[in-house]
């Protein structure tokens, strides 16, 4: 990086190093992007983060498991149910701790509300990165209303601290699931819409189609997960593959890139596995309120909790893809590391590869369907 810095312009050309960020609002955080340019082609873009960087894991390892919960929210806080899960998940496995069935399904329902309330954000971002403002409206207005239904269920919009390990804070509230039954009625007719209003635009299409496309192979090398492997064709999802919680119960699809109005694995592709996600995670929701089982929503777990020296592994699966929680104990209540595994990071690595001969433009596009959150490139 500090040769690209530091390398002289060439003289008579039109060469120029820019920082692409980190305030620029097409970065979706506070990222920066190394952008060598000869005009308006790139001759590539080197991501450079660290901007947004707290020191989350290591926070993890000075207190105690249940209170970790809270920062988990700050790991993406656009989609911080799936953080939540995750870290309880990981705690759970150590304890070797049964989760009741019913805080099992309740989870599902909040985490798939939450991805839903992501995409909204992502495909709504995207268009306005594009130069269309109106969508994002849509997706905005649509998202308040997940999280009334978040709020309702557990007193927060954006960081919600709901998991426990064990289990869930709060049951459903009298009333919710008609409020949540009714408003799905409503989006998965706006789906439709949607789609009428932006993905099919012809100038929307032409902005996307083709542009960025990242092969199968590209995708597995990299170590893509979540839509933007999906995007590439590849049909992999944790929910299904490597089930967790109560997905196994439910009837749901993987959308994947099919090449919907370019070539398989390029930037539209990307976006469009997103929209077909929204309404496979309400398909989710009502399996989930339709087969809500009675029962506890908390499991019994030791007051201080201190697991057994050992490590573990939990896999989620994300707004961005697969989540991964690596925690070491070494029978203390605190952890003696822990490191969480992102798709937004993983994502950071392809950028550089994929950048040469896109215009200017293309790589706000790039950025955009790869659906990066800055707090989790850095944490």
């Known amino acids: ?174 009333g919710w699931s008609d409020k949540a039954l009714k408003f799905l009625d409503h989006f998965e007719k706006l789906l439709g819409e949607w789609d009428r209003l932006i993905s099919f635009n012809e100038i929307y299409v032409k902005r996307l189609a083709n542009v960025a496309v990242i092969t199968r192979e590209q995708a597995i090398n990299y170590g893509l997960v979540g839509p933007n492997l999906r995007g590439s064709g590849v049909s992999f999802d944790c929910r299904r593959d490597a089930p967790y919680g109560a997905y196994a119960d439910f009837d749901f699809e993987i959308p994947v890139g099919k090449g919907f109005r370019g070539a398989v694995g390029d930037a539209f592709d990307r976006y469009y596995v997103r929209v077909l996600e929204l309404r496979e995670s309400a398909r989710i929701v009502r399996q989930a309120l339709a087969k809500m089982p009675e029962g506890d929503i908390m499991a019994k777990v030791p007051r201080k909790v201190k697991p057994e020296a050992g490590e573990v592994l939990s896999r989620v699966e994300s707004a961005r893809g697969e989540m991964g929680y690596y925690v070491v104990s070494d029978g203390t209540d605190k952890p003696y590391r822990v490191h969480v595994r992102t798709g937004s990071f993983l994502a950071m690595g392809i950028i550089e590869d994929l950048s040469p001969g896109l215009m200017v433009a293309d790589l706000v596009a790039l950025i955009a369907s790869l659906d990066v959150v800055a707090p989790e490139i850095d944490r």
């Open 1 to 174: 990086m500090e040769k690209l810095i530091m390398r002289r312009v060439h003289q008579g050309g039109e060469e120029m190093i820019l920082n692409f960020g980190p305030q620029h609002p097409s970065t979706h955080g506070v990222i920066n992007f190394l952008v060598e340019t000869d005009g308006e082609v790139l001759r590539r873009a080197v991501p450079d983060v660290g901007y947004l960087h707290r020191s989350i894991e290591k926070i993890a390892e000075t207190i105690g498991y249940p209170q970790f919960m809270p920062y988990t929210d700050r790991i993406d806080y656009v989609s911080a149910m799936m953080a939540n899960e995750g870290w309880a998940t990981a705690i759970e496995k150590m304890l070797k701790v049964e989760v009741p069935r019913r805080a099992q399904y309740l989870r599902a329902i909040a985490c798939e509300l939450c991805r839903m309330a992501s995409h909204l954000v992502s495909v709504g971002t995207m268009a306005t990165d594009i130069g269309a403002t109106t969508p994002l409206v849509h997706g905005i207005r649509e998202r308040e209303s997940i999280n009334d239904l978040l709020e309702a269920l557990c007193g927060a919009r954006l960081t919600y601290n709901y998991h426990r390990i064990g289990g869930v804070a709060f049951d459903l509230p009298a």
